[in-house]
Every structure is written in C-alpha cells, then in structure tokens.
C-alpha cells in the first residue's frame, strides 16, 4: 500500500515538473507571436499588417517546437491560400516587425509639431499621440489601418494628444473657439 502511494506520488511530481518544464517555453512562444505584425508581402512587396496564432504556436512550442501559421492578415479574405512566405520575416525578428515597436520608435524622440513638447513614450491605456496630415487635420495613430502606417510616417508630422484634442476641437465647433491674443500680466 505504502509502495504504491509513493510510487503514485513519484509519477504526479515527475508529470507535474514535466508539465512546467514545457510551460516555460509555450508561455514565451505565446507572448512572443501574441499582437498586430507589419510585414513586407512578398508578393505585392508592400507593408500588410498581419496576427501569428499565438495559441496555436503555444501549444507548438509545448509539444515540441512553437509553429508558425497566420491568424490573419490585410490581403484576406482575398489572398488566404497564400503560402505565408511573410512568417520568414516573423522568425528572424519578432520584435522588429511588432506594430507597437514599430510606432513607438517612429514617435521616440520626437516632439509635438505644435506645442514643442516631447511625445514621451508610447503607453497602452494613456492617451495615444496622433498625427498632423498635409491636410492640416489630426488623427490618433490607432484611427489608421495598421499597413498604412509607414506611408503615414512618411507624409504626416507628431502631434500630441493634448493638442489633437484641441485641434479637432477647434475643427469641429470653430464658433465656439476664440483666440485671445496674449496679454502681459498688469503690475500693480
Ligand atoms: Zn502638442
């Protein structure tokens, strides 16, 4: 009896090790496919914005080695029998072609084409930077579809979200804008 429990226990402690010690690399695999992805189509040879299954590489990397394969992609429905050639890209360098990466290292650095002061770093739930069209006109970064982002980069200037507020503020309700000239502080 005492034999067999602890013989038991010896096959739940080796599973439950065996178990954690392939976790460790699904749960990295996950946190490493996981989120929006620009590319360069190899056949068009323009930016598309793509999802790896995350999950599905999880499960990969859990049971032997992570697999790549497209949850989605901006030329679907249109081109999903694609060969996903793009995925290359993807291996050599998750993090280079994370969409979030790549906006926020357009944004470091940079200040606010109209009040002068830096962006500062890119954060999830804080309010998101936006961008001065030739048009004149101020979007959020989130407001485009993700493959226009580096033509957008190309033609648009930073903005902050303070201003972009204004501004669109300013565009939307013009009568009710005034703009006082500055006046010097009287001294008493
Ligand atoms: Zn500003």
């Keep these: 009896m005492a034999i067999t429990l602890f013989v038991t226990l010896v096959v739940v402690v080796l599973a439950a ?3 954690v010690f392939r976790a460790i690399p699904a749960i990295r695999a996950y946190f490493n496919y996981r989120g929006k992805r620009l590319i ?3 056949e068009t040879h323009k930016a598309e914005a793509v999802d ?3 999950g599905e590489a ?3 990397a859990f049971l032997s080695e992570p697999t790549l394969r497209l949850k989605e992609c901006s030329r679907w429905p249109e081109r999903q029998n694609c060969g996903q050639e793009c995925l290359q890209q993807i291996e050599i360098g998750p993090e280079n072609c994370l969409l979030w990466n790549i906006v926020s290292q357009w944004y470091e650095g940079k200040s606010c084409v109209l009040c002068h002061k830096p962006i500062g770093e890119l954060h999830h739930l804080d309010h998101a930077p936006a961008l001065l069209g030739p048009d004149s006109k ?6 485009f579809r993700p493959e226009q982002l580096p033509d957008v ?4 200037q930073p903005v902050c979200w303070n201003c972009h507020v204004t501004e669109t503020f300013r565009r939307l309700h013009p009568e009710l804008v005034v703009d006082r000239a500055f006046e010097p502080k009287r001294m008493m």
């Design 40 to 42: 360069t189509c190899p």
């Design 153 to 156: 980069f190309s033609t648009h």
């Design 138 to 143: 101020t979007a959020e970064w989130r407001e």
């Design 17 to 19: 090790g065996l178990f």
């Design 58 to 60: 999880a499960i990969g």
């Design 52 to 54: 790896v299954a995350a």
